[in-house]
């Protein structure tokens, strides 16, 4: 089964690139990778979704390689409201199930 | 449009005892799905309901079970409550079938503290 893996925590400054890999072996060509943020008391939102190559949306951009073992959320430019927990989620369409990553911790400094 | 609905917030219970978790979707949206969020097992799918059916469903107990009514509001209900099962109960919806590959829409989560 796919097994869902993200760095525990990142640190950045404001107005950096910060880019969050998550791996995720064994996923099928069609399975789905999403990318939600959330913070303290707060629900997940989403943040972008996508299965192969590059998705970008006003706020981050999704990279997903050829051999999609991996996928990177970049996040342009972040500000200390970006500070949260992001979360990689796969959703194995073949076996109905999803997997989330542990959560990046990400913290941007002044 | 108001958003993802759950309640209530917070919740105690006693071991042994069973809980009911109510949540309304978005306006519109059939799907809802359910997750545990626990700072050791991070979050974990439970089940979705689409259409009062349940479509898919996580590794859980038979403890752990829900309903989807024909508003699409959704119940979840544990019984036999454990000290492991205290957790924040998330609510998602999103607005087709599937939802595990369509845009889900959290609510704020019910934390539920079993003592």
């Known amino acids: 089964l796919a097994k869902t893996t993200q760095p525990i925590s990142m640190d950045s400054y404001e107005g950096q690139e910060v880019n969050i890999t998550c791996s995720h072996n064994n996923i099928a060509t069609n399975d789905y990778i999403t990318w939600y943020q959330q913070f303290p008391s707060q629900g997940p939102r989403f943040i972008i979704q996508g299965y192969k190559t590059k998705v970008t949306n006003e706020v981050a951009s999704l990279f997903i390689p050829a051999d999609r073992k991996s996928s990177t959320l970049s996040l342009p430019r972040v500000s200390l409201s970006d500070t949260a927990v992001y979360y990689c989620l796969v959703a194995l369409l073949n076996n109905n199930d999803m997997r989330f990553g542990a959560g990046t911790r990400l913290t941007v400094k002044p | 449009k108001a958003g993802v609905t759950q309640t209530p917030r917070y919740l105690i219970k006693t071991r042994g005892q069973q809980v009911t978790l109510s949540c309304s979707p978005i306006?519109?949206?059939?799907?809802v799905s359910w997750y545990q969020q626990t700072p050791g097992q991070g979050l974990q799918f439970l089940f979705e309901?689409?259409?009062?059916?349940?479509?898919n469903k996580g590794n859980f107990p038979g403890r752990f079970s829900g309903r989807q009514f024909s508003n699409s509001r959704s119940e979840m209900n544990v019984s036999t409550l454990e000290l492991g099962d205290s957790a924040l109960y998330l609510c998602a919806s999103s607005s087709i079938a599937g939802g595990i590959a369509d845009t889900q829409y959290f609510g704020p989560g019910t934390r539920l503290t079993v003592l």
């Open positions: 309901y689409f259409s009062e059916t349940q479509r």
């Open positions: 306006s519109g949206h059939r799907s």
